[in-house]
């Protein structure tokens, strides 16, 4: 149990175009769902509380004009990358709880020339 | 001072061998200990929660919480190759529902 999606697992984009990431639970729902992302050897900086039905919570520093979250069932929350730029490049994670535990998504490579 | 803090190694362990992880964390209040394992490229696979004080054992690998000192550990007894990985430790700091706070991980090898 406990199965987390994403998609797509790699993706590779021109600069100034937008990416959508999907992440899904497969066999629960979640109210709540996170958005981190993660540089090589560095370690996971969550970018955003996703809970259904409301807007996402950011952290600090995140814009949310940039990183447009939409958490619009119980088992799926996008995150939309909006005119990507290089410094974008990054592996995303989305992680989703069905009680106090996150699962996390394989994760989407993201690669931004 | 960080939240959560772990050594970040590298952390070298015979194969067979015993490998002790440990982690730190700042507030008091924090519920709920869980422990993740991530292999290079890949995302976290959870491993463990713990919510009590003592030790919760899963096959090769024991959670050890002491509320009192503020102290997570994770022991893997019998290390394989395939247990070369970072370990992540996570903390529900406080009250803040699911939100976890992440210690940066200690990258432990197994060597054969």
């Known amino acids: 149990g406990a199965v987390v999606s994403q998609h797509p697992s790699r993706v590779i984009c021109k600069s100034g175009t937008s990416v959508k990431i999907e992440c899904r639970s497969l066999?629960?729902?979640?109210?709540?769902m996170f958005w981190y992302r993660q540089f090589p050897k560095k370690s996971l900086m969550l970018m955003a509380t996703s809970n259904e039905g409301s807007k996402a919570t950011y952290e600090q520093g995140v814009e949310k004009d940039k990183f447009l979250i939409n958490h619009a069932s119980l088992t799926l929350s996008t995150l939309t990358v909006t005119s990507a730029h290089p410094e974008d490049s990054s592996f995303y994670i989305c992680?989703?709880?069905?009680?106090?535990?996150?699962?996390f998504g394989p994760g989407t490579r993201l690669t931004v020339l | 001072q960080k939240e959560v803090e772990q050594n970040s190694g590298p952390l070298s362990v015979p194969e067979g061998a015993i490998a002790s992880l440990n982690c730190t964390y700042s507030?008091?209040?924090?519920?709920?200990f869980f422990w993740y394992r991530q292999y290079s490229g890949k995302s976290p696979e959870l491993i463990m929660s713990i919510y009590s004080n003592g030790d919760k054992e899963d096959g090769r690998f024991t959670a050890q919480l002491n509320k009192a000192s503020q102290y997570v550990s994770l022991l893997i007894r019998d290390s394989q190759p395939s247990d070369s990985a970072t370990y992540l430790c996570?903390?529900?700091?406080?009250?803040?529902?699911?939100?976890?706070?992440f210690g940066t991980g200690t990258r432990l090898t197994i060597i054969p």
């Open positions: 507030d008091r209040g924090s519920q709920s």
């Open positions: 992680s989703a709880t069905p009680t106090d535990t996150q699962y």
């Open positions: 996570a903390v529900n700091i406080g009250f803040r529902n699911e939100k976890l706070t």
């Open positions: 066999d629960f729902q979640a109210t709540t």
